[in-house]
Structures are given as structure tokens and as C-alpha cells.
């Protein structure tokens, strides 16, 4: 069977069923709308196989680096399902200003403060692990920077157009890309000299290029990782951060998010001489931050496609099949 680049998978989902939502959040509240959705993600977890099987994957790869041999179960993948409906509730939570500072739980913030205070840009380097966009909100909290979110989908574009419809005032500048060129790191680099922050995920292979890839461990296999993030950060030249928002637990049981700020380096060079196996260097270290995490927050990852799939014989496929 042939399998499909994760750009090329149907976004079920859309402007008008997410406008509902809003709706419905607002009217019952979240337990009410989660007895709503609840036969909703039953649904598309029965119906969703590809989806299932990735999600299966990961959590048998999680296991194991973690050292559970539990096998894993449908119930285990249905609450994987659940978990990443739920992390859409967090996203309009923190738009609505719903989540309590003394929820927000930051690791080394002063290096966010200490970029703020020298009115110093950035790139931030994401990941499909944990929630961004909650990250996004809360940080206008916090400073006044204006950030810059490169978005590589439709879907991701019109639920980020309705979450600045509940909150107009959130200095979030979305950017849609198909292509990393020179046009677009040239206007980045701009932002970034005015003391902006970019934000770019970069666990998404290119949606136009297949085979521009570094393969770097990742829970113990390797897996593709898209030499564009890495790349512009060394254009932009200055200093890049990797960048993790994670949902978790307090103690006393409370929910919390952890903001997680890891500064990489002053800014990335990549020497002619050794151009590559620097990359694969810094590829390596990002995935391995990745993986760090992603085994400890597993339910939390919501990339639900073979993430340790080839990405030129996806594209081979693909041809094929056009």
C-alpha cells in the first residue's frame, strides 16, 4: 500500500466545524463540549487507520526506550486520540485567558527576559510535541516582542484565524509557507534584526522537496528531519532556542504547563569545509531534545503518520500514484 507524505494527508476538519466548537466551549464549558466531542473522536479514531497505526507505532517505540513492555493497546492509542482533542480546549483556554500564571511553570526564563531586555530577535525551533500555541499566548504575558510563526498547512492557518478572533490583541504574526527560499528568509532576517522572534517547528519533513533530509536517532530509530529549519536559523544569524510547551501535573494534582526555553547556541555557522556533518551535528542534538522529551510525555506527541518513514520513497509513491 502506498503511503503518503504528511502535507498530502486529508485535514478532517474545518473553518466551520471549528467555529462550532468555539461555540459550544463557550455556551457549556469543557466537561460539557467533551461529552459532545467524545462519540466525535471515537468516530475518527475508528475510521482514521493510518492515523491509529502511527499512533500505535509511537507509543510501542516510546515503551521501549522507557523500558515498559507492556504491549500497547487500542485504549492506549483511543486515549492518544483523546489527548490531542483535548489539546485544542488549552489552545482556546490560553487565548481566552483562561490559564492562571501560577499554572505556567518556565524553564530558564531569564534567557526570554534576557532577549526581551536587549530587544534581541530570535528563532525559536518547535515541534509537533506538546502545544505551541498555548505557548504563543501566554508569552504575550510576559513581553511585548512581536512572534513570527512560520505555518506549513491550511488547517494550521484557519484554526490560528479563529484563535485571533478571540483574542485580537496577541502579537502573533502567522506566515504561511510552502518554501524556505531566499525571498522569505530575507524578510525574516529583517524581522529578526528588528528584535522579533521566528518560530518554526522542525520535526516536519519539507512539503516541497523530498530527500532534503537528515536522518538523525530519534527513540532509538532514525528518522527524516528537514534540513530547512536548521538552515534558516544559520541565515538569520542570530540566537536559537529550541522550544517545548508541555501539558502536566503539579504535585497537589493541578494542571500546569511547563514552558521549556533551551538555549542552543549565539547563532549557527555551518563551514563550507564542513558544512554537512555540522548539520548532522545540530539535526542530531535537536532530536535528541526531541526524543528526551517525547519519551517522557508520550501522549503528548501529535505527529500521527510514520515519522520514521522514508521521505524519498513517500515521494516516489506519490508520483507514481499521479
Not at 118 to 125: D, E, K, L, R
Amino acid at each position: 500500500m502506498a503511503v503518503k507524505h504528511w502535507s498530502k494527508m486529508q485535514e478532517r476538519g474545518n473553518r466551520l466545524g471549528m467555529q462550532i466548537l468555539l461555540v459550544c466551549y463557550r455556551v457549556f464549558g469543557r466537561k460539557g463540549l467533551w461529552l459532545v466531542l467524545f462519540p466525535v473522536v471515537f468516530y475518527l479514531f475508528l475510521t482514521g487507520k493510518t492515523a491509529r497505526q502511527a499512533s500505535h507505532a509511537f507509543l510501542t517505540q516510546a515503551r521501549k526506550v522507557n523500558g515498559n513492555r507492556k504491549a500497547v493497546t487500542w485504549r492506549d492509542s483511543f486515549r492518544h486520540f483523546r489527548c490531542f482533542a483535548d489539546s485544542a480546549f488549552d489552545k482556546i483556554d490560553a487565548w481566552l485567558g483562561r490559564i492562571q500564571q501560577h499554572n505556567i511553570l518556565y524553564t530558564n526564563e531569564a534567557l526570554f527576559k534576557q532577549l526581551d531586555e536587549q530587544q534581541q530577535g530570535a528563532i525559536f525551533i518547535g515541534s509537533h510535541l506538546g502545544n505551541l500555541e498555548v505557548c504563543r499566548a501566554l508569552s504575550q504575558h510576559r513581553n511585548s516582542k512581536t512572534i513570527n510563526v512560520l505555518v506549513f498547512t491550511h488547517h494550521a492557518v484557519e484554526f490560528n484565524k479563529l484563535l485571533k478572533s478571540i483574542n485580537p490583541d496577541v502579537a502573533v504574526n502567522l506566515i504561511q509557507v510552502t518554501d524556505l527560499g531566499p525571498d522569505m528568509a530575507i524578510m525574516l532576517k529583517e524581522k529578526v534584526e528588528q528584535g522579533e522572534i521566528v518560530v518554526i517547528v522542525g520535526d516536519r519533513t519539507s512539503t516541497t522537496t523530498a530527500g532534503r533530509v537528515i536522518e538523525a536517532d530519534f527513540l532509538g530509530k532514525p528518522a527524516p528531519f528537514s534540513q530547512g529549519p536548521f538552515i534558516l536559523a544559520a541565515l538569520l544569524d542570530c540566537p536559537v532556542f529550541h522550544l517545548f510547551c508541555l501539558k502536566d501535573k503539579k504535585p497537589n494534582g493541578e494542571t500546569c504547563y511547563r514552558v521549556i526555553f533551551e538555549k542552543y547556541a549565539d547563532k549557527l555557522v555551518l563551514p563550507r569545509k564542513t558544512r554537512q556533518q555540522t548539520l548532522q551535528q545540530i539535526v542530531s542534538d535537536y532530536a535528541q531534545r526531541l526524543s528526551f522529551y517525547a519519551a517522557a510525555y508520550p501522549y503528548q506527541w501529535f505527529n500521527f503518520y510514520d515519522f520514521w518513514q522514508n521521505d524519498e520513497q513517500v515521494s516516489r509513491s506519490q508520483n507514481k500514484e499521479n
